[in-house]
């Protein structure tokens, strides 16, 4: 079984900064992309940031420039820094990652429980 476990949300200032972590673990053979997704109250979840196994990156406009997305593959891990950060990105941040598990034969989507990131004066 494979789990993904977010930290790092909490209540920060316009302007601060945040790092989400992402955590993958139990019997996984290998991660393929892994990535970020947000969902604020009343609005779809919205695509935030993917990272590839090779590190190349991809971003939504929304965050671009402000935000960035890495991983450490010996952790199995995916972080998000979030900087200069807006009343408009307070959501539930979502970790997403593409997992071939052991046993298994074909990468499945994974998701995390989610983690509250509040933007507010």
């Known amino acids: 079984q494979v789990q993904l476990v977010e930290s790092g949300g909490g209540l920060v200032q316009p302007g601060g900064s945040l790092r989400l972590s992402c955590a993958a673990s139990g019997s996984i053979f290998s991660i393929n992309d892994m990535g970020w997704y947000r969902q604020a109250p009343g609005k779809e979840r919205e695509w935030v940031a993917t990272i590839a196994r090779g590190s190349r990156t991809n971003y939504g406009d929304s965050v671009k420039g402000r935000f960035t997305i890495s991983r450490d593959n010996a952790k199995n891990t995916v972080y998000l820094q979030m900087n200069s950060l807006k009343p408009e990105d307070t959501a539930v941040y979502y970790c997403?990652?593409?997992?071939?598990?052991?046993?298994?034969?074909?990468?499945?989507?994974?998701w995390g429980q989610g983690t509250q990131v509040t933007v507010s004066s």
């Open positions: 997403n990652a593409a997992i071939f598990h052991s046993g298994g034969y074909k990468y499945n989507d994974y």
